[in-house]
């Protein structure tokens, strides 16, 4: 069994509307999802990936208006990024990030990859990082009907960093548990501070790697807008989904047994930095229930929550995008 990558990353967003606008108008990503939180149907789950929604592309966003301010600390994932093809598209990105008046800095290393850090009207940490023919997991296809030129477009999701008090643990999850492998380090950005560990899975590259922070230094995250709820990792298919729910178990890991997202098979579990990971199949996809061509354009339910369709509606806010 080996995990193929990051599968999506799921954060907090207090106004849906203007993260609709930021990640479609502004980075130029597709809605491939507008869904309910199926834990809370009261909130919007919103899913932006590329041109097919494929795994390993999505950003997605619980809706939870009023939240509050994100107090940054340790026990937490503390950036994402977004793949771009190249440098030449940071120096895009950079440019229509200041004509925009989105929070930037300048291109820097990491990994060795060139990436660009910028926020959100929210202060979510996000950078881009630029793919420059690096092999690994294969890029997305970046969404065609927006103004950016499809060859700057977001290709999909790239490393996750992870910031933590004490390393050892969650890399003996990673390793030990997860498979993932040890292939390389980087000085850290922010002053004095033990270098970066990286870990890889699958075939490796940006689209599937963990960055490892240790800031001891730090509080405890306290969450709010902006902040991330969970990192899933890519399941080929169900035989192996099953396998790995056993193998966690096995372990003797609390987690929350498998759950049926029906777009996806989930499982989760906390590491023991608190950080909450998701296992999640590649298959059905988001297509199961919407052509390619219409994905995110209405409400989404999964067939259990269909039959509360009028009830779901009636209690939930509207939202209106386009």
Do not use: C
């Amino acid at each position: 069994m080996e995990l193929l990558g990051l599968h999506h990353i799921s954060l907090l967003t207090g106004k849906a509307e203007r993260n609709y606008e930021f990640f479609t108008k502004v980075l130029g990503m597709r809605l491939v999802k507008k869904t309910v939180n199926q834990d809370n149907t009261s909130s919007y789950h919103l899913f932006y990936g590329d041109s097919k929604g494929s795994p390993g592309t999505e950003i997605t966003f619980f809706d939870i208006p009023g939240i509050g301010h994100t107090y940054p600390g340790h026990s937490s994932i503390s950036s994402t990024s977004l793949r771009v093809s190249s440098t030449e598209s940071l120096h895009y990105w950079k440019e229509r990030f200041t004509n925009l008046g989105v929070t930037h800095d300048e291109i820097v290393k990491r990994a060795n990859r060139d990436t660009l850090s910028f926020n959100d009207f929210e202060g979510t940490r996000l950078h881009l990082v630029a793919d420059n023919g690096e092999i690994g997991v294969a890029p997305g296809i970046p969404w065609n009907q927006s103004d950016i030129p499809v060859e700057h477009g977001i290709l999909g999701l790239g490393p996750v960093t992870l910031t933590v008090k004490e390393s050892a643990p969650t890399i003996n999850i990673l390793t030990e548990v997860l498979g993932f492998r040890h292939v390389g380090s980087y000085p850290s950005l922010e002053g004095d501070y033990p270098d970066i560990e990286v870990y890889a899975t699958g075939l490796g590259g940006s689209g599937a790697e963990v960055h490892i922070e240790t800031r001891a230094d730090l509080p405890r995250e306290r969450p709010g807008r902006g902040s991330v709820h969970h990192v899933a990792f890519r399941v080929p298919n169900e035989d192996e989904y099953d396998r790995w729910a056993d193998k966690i178990s096995s372990h003797g890991i609390m987690n929350s047994g498998k759950i049926e997202r029906y777009y996806f098979k989930a499982f989760y579990f906390r590491e023991p930095n608190h950080i909450l990971f998701e296992l999640s199949t590649d298959t059905p996809g988001f297509d199961v229930d919407e052509s390619i061509e219409t994905l995110g354009e209405k409400l989404a339910l999964p067939p259990f929550l269909e039959p509360k369709r009028a009830e779901i509606e009636a209690n939930i806010r509207p939202l209106e995008i386009n």
